[in-house]
């Protein structure tokens, strides 16, 4: 396999490609008995779910190109070898939190990982009015205990700056993030798209130059602050659920950048889901508990980010950023929780500042979300857009102003 030339998988091909894997058939079973069926629903890779008489498992492999645009956007197969060493990395930092990895061809830009169910894509549980109670102390420990693991403060000098310059390897991966989030929404870019009942507030947004800034200034902070290894694309599209467990997924954007990044992103796409509620539950007393729901969840994920941080920063910082020698040994205590209060302030003014960024990207950018694109009633579709991008400005202009997460729910309830 591995030396044969790259080719794609194809659902009839599968079991003769990889059907000598003892990876697979130990556990699955003999690969004349594989059902093998293609579900991947992402932008970008084929995913399929093979089965035999003993287990499944998912083959996840990367294309030359990105699937969502076809094969005029060409990309690197070297996004796959990311995905893998990042994927073992979150899965150490948060062990269980991620898909158990089986095999791996960099050649064919081939994973076989753990087939996770009965588990859903969380955005999907969200757009049914799902309720998960672990959701939120599940991804608020594995944000603050991979974003942690993953820094300055756990990591020793030599291990760290090996990891920044194997990562450095993603540009790719990481370019696109840079445009796609930062540049592109901000003005007429021909990856563009947005609901037409939204033309004037486009031009406005265009020509606001407070936004513009902020929306600079984050790039800046992304491109410019290696604090830790992230996630890069976590989105409620890279979680999965099912009443007892979380799982995250799809870490192919890996790089190295602010901690706030996968925080603000995450949280982004919980208060899209709120927004867009109007359009896809018409009962108000339904809407109005799920959104409560939502929102008690947000503020769950980044309360139990700050216990579980907190909880780290006081056990765990053995790297560079140690800083024993100037506090803990000095019997010093005040000193590392100041510094500790002001790293966590400046995470969270990242934060939000990135899920303000998140919500534009959402709307008028390449890659659009399907809480949004599934309201069929299209001046209903631009009032829900509407709303979240006002909140979205707020949130990236106005990023330092939030003392507290709760702020947060004024300023949505203040816009409904
Ligand atoms: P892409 O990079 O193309 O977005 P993903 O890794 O997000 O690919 O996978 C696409 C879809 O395949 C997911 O939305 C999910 O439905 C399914 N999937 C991916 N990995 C698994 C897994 N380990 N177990 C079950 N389903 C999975
Ligand atoms: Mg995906
Ligand atoms: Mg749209
Ligand atoms: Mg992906």
Known sequence: ?????YEPLQADTVADRLGGLPQMTERIGPAAQWRVCEVGDGNLNLVFIVEGPAGSVVVKQALPYARVVGESWPMSLDRSFFEHEAMLRL??????????????DRHQAIQVMEHLRPHVILRKGLMAGERYPLLAGQLGRYLARTLFRGSDWAMETARRKADLALFAGNVELCGITEDLFFTDPFHDCARNSHTPALDRAVTAIRADRDLKLAAFELKARFCGSAQTLLHGDLH???IMVCAGDT??????????????????????????????????????EERRAYRDWILDTAEAIW???????????RRERTGILGGRELFE?????????????????????????FAGIEIHRRILGLAHIPEFETIADEALRACCEHRALMAGRVLAVERGRFAAIGQVRTLIARLE
């Open 1 to 5: 396999l591995t030396h044969s030339p």
């Open 91 to 104: 899965g150490r930092r948060d062990p269980g939190r991620l898909p158990e990895i089986y095999y791996f």
């Open 329 to 353: 040994d000095q019997a010093d205590a005040i000193g590392s929780e100041l510094a500790l209060n002001t790293m966590i302030e400046g995470i969270w003014r990242d934060a939000v500042g």
């Open 236 to 238: 409620t599209g890279s």
């Open 247 to 284: 799982r995250v997924i799809d870490a192919e954007f890996a790089t190295y950048g602010p901690i706030g990044f996968d925080i603000g992103s995450l949280l982004a796409n919980l208060w899209m889901a709120v927004f867009a509620l109007p359009g896809l539950q018409p009962d108000n």
């Open 303 to 313: 309360n139990v980010f700050v216990e579980e941080f907190t909880r780290l920063w």
